[in-house]
């Protein structure tokens, strides 16, 4: 059933009783601690501030046979990041660290190595403030076999066990100097994951019994929907990258859930499902898809468009609470020789945004203040955090009506080509609610 945003005095007073540790809708953005031509190292306070959640690639281990996981800042000093992540932070954004990569491999084999990665992995996420970690294994190696167990048991399976109690005890850690859980996050391969319905063995479904174990901490679950072989979805019919259908297909197998030789997959909430895709065809080695397509698979998704394929979803009406988008790389969406610049960020404005559907389940603090209120052609819009922000407008049927670049901590804003009525501002994934005379 779609979910219509009705501003009356009373639906808002619940509305913004809701609190999320992360924004809503989210849009992820991986981030390259690196530099290269063709995508250049952007430094982190220069970011689209469409991307509320940003993952910075990469904690890697010393060595093959040392899990002491080491971050170093390029191009910058550890201050200077630090107090970069800070300002993002005061804007309302999550900063996570992700572990692993394409071409890293991490072991954890030994009561050594999981010592090694624990204590690490704590003192990056304490020395730099970070707000999450995120599981981005993609190098099959031992932690990911599971040939022999099942999604519900890995005891055959040390390593397996040994990442998973791993990203318990640093949770543990987090939790016991913040008020907050340390949020997780998760970006497999489909072969990890959906892969489990043809397979389920080595990296066949690998993900699953790790997914599994860290169900209730798990916040944001980003399956890489490109660089991915044909996939089955849970209709039993297969699916190539880079279309509307195996977006929507590919998604809803990971709500749903699926049966696989290791027994049944339980799917995860679609509040905690965002769709991972690259921000430009050379950004991933296939799986980029145009944005009309994607626009029309997620719409179909969140139940507010029709049917773009060949799919059909299980659940009429589809997934209004779908979490967000995800892609590789921030770095890529912001360079002009590889589409427009920001497209993806753009198209996930236009979807997710620009939308009657919108759900605003915002921050219970506010990053903004508004004056007068009511009001009748001025207002004055002070913020406490970075600028070159936006400010977004919308009406009482939830249709974003106006933006508005904010350049300073204070701001004078012209609502004289706006109608009287009752508005919602949106800054930062913070709302206030103003009536205009």
């Known amino acids: 059933m779609k979910k219509i945003l009705l501003f009356s005095l009373y639906s808002i007073c619940i509305l913004f009783k809701v609190h999320s540790q992360l924004p809503n809708p989210v849009l992820v953005g991986y981030w390259h601690n690196w530099s290269i031509p063709e995508a250049p190292y952007i430094q982190l306070n220069q970011i689209d501030s469409r991307y509320n959640v940003i993952e910075v690639s990469f904690a890697v281990p010393t060595s093959p046979s040392d899990m002491t996981m080491t971050f170093t800042p390029d191009g910058i000093t550890q201050q200077q990041m630090i107090t970069q992540i800070n300002q993002l932070k005061a804007a309302g954004k999550k900063i996570i660290i992700s572990i692993g990569g394409a071409t890293t491999s991490i072991d954890l084999s030994t009561t050594v190595n999981k010592s090694a990665f624990i204590t690490s992995m704590t003192n990056i996420i304490n020395t730099y403030g970070f707000d999450g970690i995120d599981i981005d294994i993609e190098h099959g190696n031992s932690i990911m076999i599971t040939s022999g167990g099942s999604i519900s048991n890995v005891s055959n399976n040390p390593a397996m066990q040994n990442l998973i ?26 072969a990890y994951v959906q892969g489990g319905q043809s397979g389920f063995g080595s990296i066949w479904g690998g993900y699953l019994p790790i997914i599994h174990a860290l169900r209730d901490s798990l916040d944001i679950l980003q399956v890489q929907l490109y660089n991915s072989g044909t996939m089955y979805g849970i209709d039993n019919n297969i699916y190539t990258q880079g279309t509307a259908d195996f977006i929507i297909a590919m998604t809803e197998a990971v709500i749903q859930g699926f049966n696989t030789n290791g027994g049944f997959f339980t799917g995860i909430a679609a509040s905690k499902v965002a769709v991972g895709l690259p921000a ?93 209120n009511p009001a009748e052609n001025i207002i004055i819009i002070k913020t406490k955090s970075i600028s070159n922000n936006f400010l977004y407008i919308y009406n009482s049927s939830g249709i974003l009506v106006s933006e ?26 913070s709302f206030q609610k103003i009536i205009k005379q």
């Open 165 to 190: 109690d791993a990203i318990k005890q640093i949770m543990s850690n987090y939790r016991q100097n913040h008020p907050n859980k340390l949020i997780l996050t998760m970006a497999p391969e489909t």
């Open 404 to 429: 508005k670049q904010l350049l300073k901590d204070e701001n004078e804003i012209d609502l004289s080509d706006l109608p009287t009525g009752l508005y919602l501002l949106r800054f930062n994934n």
């Open 280 to 372: 430009c065809p050379l950004a991933a080695g296939g799986g980029f898809t145009d944005t009309n397509s994607v626009m029309a698979a997620i719409k179909y998704l969140r139940g507010n468009g029709p049917k773009p394929g060949n799919y059909t979803l299980v659940q009429s009406g589809g997934y209004p609470n779908l979490r967000g988008m995800m892609t590789w790389s921030i770095n890529w969406d912001a360079v002009s020789n590889c589409g427009t610049v920001y497209q993806f960020a753009r198209n996930f404005q236009n979807i997710f945004l620009n939308s009657t559907n919108i759900n605003f389940y915002g921050n219970e603090t506010n990053d903004f203040q508004v004056f007068p």
